[in-house]
């Protein structure tokens, strides 16, 4: 049950519980009055005919009209703008204060938290920092991101992540995967992760256009993506791919990227965390304006 309260004044409030019905929120609303120390009047009842969308009212008396109004307009509002598959509420991390969380309920919090504090970490070594405040949407459908279909997204003009909750990521298909491996929850770890680094990336790169850095943007994902996964996990993914690090000469690309997903992330964590001056290379990361990273 959530509850969400208005107050106009001291002695006059509006106040709405939601309550699950199969997988919806319905609310019940008070509109509470005040009229001195001994009196109250509260309308309307709690009974609500979800066939009819009919809300019933109590008997109110003549002088209570005004407050009778007030309420009717509100219950015009509040069922269209709540009443939802899932009402969202607003959580944050205790460890990790600056993510916040707009969920239907609070089963993917400790999820989220848990992949925050692996990002943040795993970011920090590299003198990568959140700058404000990260704001994580979590939702139950699949996400239409640029034309295909995606479990998580970060949209850099509202500086907000969406991600579908675990639940409804392994519905989404009959056998969805990561890195050529069976999706479980240390993979949706992993892929909130990659997309709070997208959010820390922005919070450090400069004002450049992000089709010229994507290439960028998602060496750095990929790379902390597998190195917040467990020791053993990450090592199954490097072994199983048979590939290096990316060498002087090389070029970096979504293209690659498009065609070796599993490559593309392997050799992004080796090349990043086998480098002894990895500095140089996140600020050319940063500063990048072009398709794709010749390393150097």
């Known amino acids: ?64 009209l005004k407050l009778l109004i007030i309420s009717i307009l509100f219950l015009l509002i509040i069922p269209t703008y709540f009443v939802s598959p899932a009402v969202a509420v607003q959580y944050s991390c205790v460890g990790t204060p600056g993510i916040l969380i707009s969920a239907p309920n609070d089963k993917m919090v400790d999820h989220v938290c848990n992949a925050a504090d692996r990002a943040i970490r795993f970011l920090g070594k590299y003198k990568l920092k959140p700058k404000r405040a990260i704001y994580i949407e979590i939702i139950e459908e699949v996400i239409n991101q640029d034309g295909y279909k995606a479990f998580g997204s970060y949209d850099r003009q509202s500086d907000r992540i969406r991600m579908m909750s675990l639940p409804a990521l392994l519905q989404s298909s009959k056998s969805p995967k990561m890195y050529n491996m069976q999706f479980d929850e240390e993979h949706y770890l992993g892929a909130l992760a990659h997309e709070i680094t997208h959010a820390i990336f922005h919070h450090n790169s400069k004002q450049i256009e992000e089709k010229w850095n994507n290439a960028a943007q998602e060496y750095l994902a990929h790379a902390t993506q597998l190195g917040v996964l467990p020791a053993q996990r990450r090592e199954d993914i490097i072994i199983s791919e048979d590939t290096g690090p990316w060498e002087p000469g090389d070029e970096i690309s979504v293209t690659y990227m498009g065609f070796n997903t599993t490559g593309f992330a392997v050799k992004s964590y080796l090349h990043l965390t086998q480098m002894t001056d990895p500095q140089s290379f996140i600020q050319i990361l940063l500063n990048h304006k072009w398709l794709y990273i010749s390393v150097p």
């Open 1 to 64: 049950m959530a509850i969400w309260t208005r107050s106009f004044s001291p002695d006059c409030s509006l106040r709405i519980k939601f309550y699950p019905l199969n997988s919806k929120y319905i609310p019940v609303i008070k509109f509470i009055a005040r009229l001195d120390l001994e009196e109250i009047i509260t309308f309307p009842n709690e009974r609500y005919s979800k066939r009819k969308n009919i809300y019933n009212f109590s008997i109110m008396k003549q002088s209570h």
